[in-house]
């Protein structure tokens, strides 16, 4: 079974205050006759759900094509933090155990793609240490920043960039039951860029021993 928690792009997507919304210019178009049709995409690169490349926050740093794919691919778990706007997900709300490379926080605060809102939750940067020293090497999360909106500083970003974390942004995890499951969410090979869209989905992993 898949779970997509890719939001679809449309011109309805509310992208960051300031950012490039999509938008499809269409060059042709076969129902006016043209034969094929062919359009271009007009948008930001933290579209959606998107990876962010280290150079996004550390100004020597690597673009999204520098980093390794195995972060964004294998075992994920998803975990339900009960926080509220604004405030941020600490070690004491992670489980005792993660049982994969990768963890996903569903914080429940970003509830609508369509709309952009402001007080959403975030990654205290001390969380970023204690899931790296559980073997830990990407992080993501159903809000459009690991950090808080006016975090100017940026200190979840900076605490990914010391500890080599990846990072996943704008997932939706609405429906999806806690648990470890695979996670495929490839970057584009956009060489130097910031970010890249990616399509995100968790797959569910087969049950040891059935082999129905
Ligand atoms: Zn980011």
Redesign the pocket.
């Known amino acids: 079974m898949i779970y997509d928690i890719t939001p679809p792009i449309t011109d309805a997507l509310e992208v960051w205050p300031g950012d490039t919304p999509p938008s499809r210019e269409v060059l042709l178009d076969m129902k006016r006759g043209a034969n094929p049709t062919l359009s271009t995409l007009h948008a930001t690169v933290?579209l959606g759900a998107h990876a962010?490349g280290p150079s996004?926050?550390g100004k020597d740093a690597p673009g999204i094509d520098g980093r390794a794919l195995d972060d964004y691919l294998g075992p994920c778990q998803v975990v339900r933090v009960s926080v509220g706007p604004r405030e941020l997900i600490t070690p004491a709300h992670v489980p005792a155990e993660i049982r994969a490379e990768r963890v996903l926080f569903r914080t429940g605060t970003f509830p609508d793609p369509n709309h952009f809102r402001q007080d959403f939750a975030a990654l205290a940067p001390e969380l970023v240490g204690h899931l790296r020293a559980r073997g830990v090497r990407l992080v993501g999360i159903d809000t459009p920043?690991?950090?808080l909106f006016d975090a100017e500083e940026l200190p979840a970003?900076h605490a990914c960039l010391r500890h080599d974390m990846a990072?996943l942004?704008g997932v939706v995890l609405d429906g999806v039951p806690e648990g470890v499951y695979e996670l495929i969410a490839l970057p584009l090979k956009l060489v130097g860029f910031d970010a890249s869209p990616v399509r995100a989905i968790l797959r569910t992993l087969p049950v040891p021993g059935d082999h129905s």
């Open positions: 933290h962010d996004h926050y920043s690991v950090d970003h990072i942004e």
